[in-house]
């Protein structure tokens, strides 16, 4: 079966410091990759997608960044956070093909202070 | 473009009431839809899903929800609810046209009350 991992779980962090949030999936190859922001009380914000290695696109301008190093590893980075950076982070896998849903991670409550 | 919505960001009812979370969408080709469950500080889980076929779609947990092409709606029912469906419900919609990406709403809120 598959499963997918996002960590770390909570992480308190300082304006103007990096961020790195990983994320993988286990049990399936190629998939599609995202990362999405909740903010708190709202929808989701899709922020990047990957179709394959290196194969990266970026929904919004902002100070993140997505790299996919791996086939089924996907990381989100920042140089400098921005308070407005805080949310709730999430990672989500698909098939390739038509009409699958995605499957989401844990996620990951980034508070920027 | 595709869009969603959602009609309500917030729906109170009580306990073993019936519920009904609307949802509609635009698009100009064929479409699939989804509802997810989100519960507090969790990830997003698939309620259920329309592809093709009868357009009345269940979950395993009570849930139903229709396609309705002519009204492009695609509302979620359940004829009695508990406690523990408390949760944030979002509808999804993707196309057939390829693309990799899946449109949320924006999200309703059900709080289910004893």
């Known amino acids: 079966s598959q499963t997918i991992h996002q960590w770390p779980a909570t992480l308190v962090q300082p304006v103007g410091s990096p961020l790195s949030l990983e994320c993988t999936v286990e049990g399936t190859s190629n998939p599609n990759l995202y990362w999405y922001r909740q903010a708190a009380g709202r929808g989701l914000q899709l922020l990047f997608y990957?179709?394959?290695?290196?194969?990266i696109s970026s929904e919004v301008p902002q100070n993140l960044s997505a790299s996919r190093p791996q086939d089924r590893q996907f990381i989100l980075s920042s140089k400098k956070l921005l308070l407005s950076d805080s949310g709730f982070y999430l990672c989500?896998?698909?098939?390739?093909?038509?009409?699958?849903?995605?499957?989401f991670g844990p996620g990951t409550r980034l508070t920027v202070t | 473009a595709q869009s969603v919505t959602q009609l309500d960001s917030q729906v109170p009812v009580f306990e073993e009431a019936p519920v009904e979370l609307r949802c509609n969408y635009s698009?100009?080709?064929?479409?699939?839809l989804f509802w997810y469950v989100q519960y507090p500080n969790q990830g997003l889980q698939l309620l259920l899903k329309y592809l093709s076929g009868s357009t009345l779609v269940k979950s395993i947990n009570g849930f139903e929800a229709e396609f309705n092409k002519s009204q492009t709606s695609f509302h979620l029912r359940k004829p009695s609810v508990h406690i523990s469906d408390t949760a944030e419900y979002f509808c999804?919609?993707?196309?057939?046209?390829?693309?990799?990406?899946?449109?949320f709403g924006a999200g309703t809120r059900l709080f289910v009350k004893a």
């Open positions: 698009s100009s080709v064929s479409v699939y």
């Open positions: 999804a919609v993707s196309d057939n046209t390829g693309g990799f990406k899946t449109i």
């Open positions: 989500a896998w698909r098939r390739r093909g038509l009409g699958y849903e995605q499957y």
């Open positions: 990957s179709i394959g290695i290196d194969q």
